[in-house]
């Protein structure tokens, strides 16, 4: 499954030198005075940034979403009831929604991916975390890594159209071509390729014992890091929802469908040199998702 993201196809830690953060018990109060007169720390109010180039990160999204699009054909719209942000037929969140619950991360591995989830909405939710990542990688515009994926986080009997479908997307030349890839794939010469999902958090919207509707919402980062890129990392959030089977001892994906956001409103931060996100993304690896 894609990314996404783009992973998309992205997804972030909290900074402590936000002056409202709550770590270390270090809010503040702060008090905002008619345009002109401060802001209560004596600085004028900042003027309202201008819009970011959309060229970019229009393209890429667009692409992106059309190629997850046609490979989930099967799979209808996101609508308000798959586990968005409102309303929706699941359960609804609660003290402990994002809590962890102490259980230890599955140790078991189906190739690169997490595998050998509890029979329980918590190890559904642990396969949905994990499998929005390994949807998002960039092993997924590798044919071979490609298809272990698929055959590592789809239901044996969706798995075969699946790869077909995919592999129609991602060895598309004006796919590849318009997110600044080679036809083989892979980044050009002095180029890292970025596609990496980052889940926020995950949502039971059904569960039936064998059969489960998850919703994963996570953030996407995608584009090429580096000297001259002319698709430079960026970031998108969506919410997928997985339907899963229990399938051979473990959780598998039989559909899903997406949707953009909740999206947060960017915080007034400069971009990082292209250099410095390359090597964020070599020096910093992902996780295994677990509740």
Request: proline share 5%; net charge negative.
């Amino acid at each position: 499954m894609s990314h996404g993201d783009e992973s998309g196809y992205g997804d972030d830690a909290v900074r402590t030198d936000d002056p409202y953060s709550t770590i270390g018990g270090t809010r503040q109060t702060r008090t905002r005075l008619p345009d002109g007169e401060g802001d209560g720390y004596g600085a004028s109010r900042r003027p309202a940034r201008k819009p970011r180039s959309l060229v970019t990160v229009v393209g890429v999204v667009v692409l992106l979403l059309a190629a997850i699009a046609f490979a989930n054909m099967g799979g209808g719209k996101g609508n308000d009831d798959d586990g968005g942000g409102s309303g929706g037929s699941g359960s609804k969140p609660d003290s402990s929604s994002t809590a962890a619950t102490g259980t230890k991360p599955v140790t078991g591995k189906n190739d690169t991916i997490p595998s050998g989830f509890a029979h329980d909405e918590q190890g559904a939710q642990s396969a949905a975390a994990n499998y929005v990542v390994a949807l998002g990688s960039t092993d997924m515009f590798d044919k071979d890594r490609r298809r272990s994926i698929v055959t590592a986080v789809y239901s044996p009997e969706v798995a075969t159209a699946r790869e077909g479908d995919l592999d129609k997307v991602y060895a598309g030349q004006d796919f590849l071509a318009g997110i600044g890839l080679k036809p083989d794939g892979t980044a050009p010469a002095g180029l890292t390729f970025v596609s990496r999902s980052n889940p926020a958090g995950t949502k039971v919207v059904k569960f039936d014992g064998n059969t489960a509707s998850i919703a994963v919402w996570y953030s996407a980062l995608f584009g090429l890091a580096g000297e001259g890129s002319k698709n430079p990392v960026s970031e998108s959030w969506f919410t997928n929802t997985f339907n899963l089977t229990w399938v051979d001892g473990d959780w598998k994906v039989t559909d899903f469908t997406q949707k953009d956001g909740p999206t947060p409103v960017g915080r007034d931060q400069a971009a990082s040199p292209a250099e410095e996100m390359a090597d964020a993304v070599e020096q910093f690896g992902g996780f295994t998702y677990a509740r």
